[in-house]
């Protein structure tokens, strides 16, 4: 047994008792290794007695879970409605430049700060009233 499989059986046994446990083995599943591949998406399966298609339709459906990993940090830029209103569209040449191949650039939809748009989020920190210098600064710091 492989130390992935043995870390995915103790993430699968630490949630198995839960009421809809797939989303946060999911989750932590994701922030062990980065990714939820389809090796994870078999072993996660086989523990919660479901087919793979069951959990690989989840896994596709959510924009978080990635099948592969990727070290570069992430800036999520939302270009929801709302921050369309407030010109994110405007700025994201700026976020663009600044990450070149080093940081990825993300478009999400709606980050929940809709009254304080732009918004972005790197990690668990969020980021609002951003213009064009802003942005490039908070990829560039990523």
């Given amino acids: 047994?492989?130390?992935?499989s043995t870390r995915i059986g103790e993430i699968v046994a630490l949630h198995h008792h839960r009421e809809g446990p797939l989303l946060p083995i999911l989750n932590d599943v994701q922030a062990a290794f980065g990714c939820v591949d389809a090796e994870a998406?078999?072993?996660i399966a086989k523990g919660l007695n479901l087919s793979r298609a069951d959990v690989h339709g989840v896994v596709s459906f959510y924009h978080d879970y990635k099948p592969q990993a990727?070290?570069?940090?992430?800036?999520?830029?939302?270009?929801?409605?709302?921050?369309?209103a407030r010109g994110v569209?405007?700025?994201v040449a700026a976020a663009e430049a600044?990450?070149?191949?080093?940081?990825?650039?993300?478009?999400?939809?709606?980050?929940?700060?809709c009254s304080a748009g732009p918004a972005a989020r790197t990690?668990?920190?969020l980021h609002i009233r951003l213009d064009a210098q802003s942005i490039a600064e908070l990829v560039e710091n990523a």
């Fill in 123 to 125: 990690g668990d920190d």
């Fill in 89 to 91: 569209e405007a700025i």
């Fill in 70 to 84: 990727d070290a570069r940090p992430v800036v999520q830029v939302c270009r929801a409605e709302a921050c369309k």
């Fill in 98 to 113: 600044a990450a070149g191949a080093r940081v990825k650039i993300e478009t999400v939809y709606c980050l929940g700060l």
């Fill in 1 to 4: 047994m492989s130390d992935k």
């Fill in 41 to 43: 998406e078999a072993l």
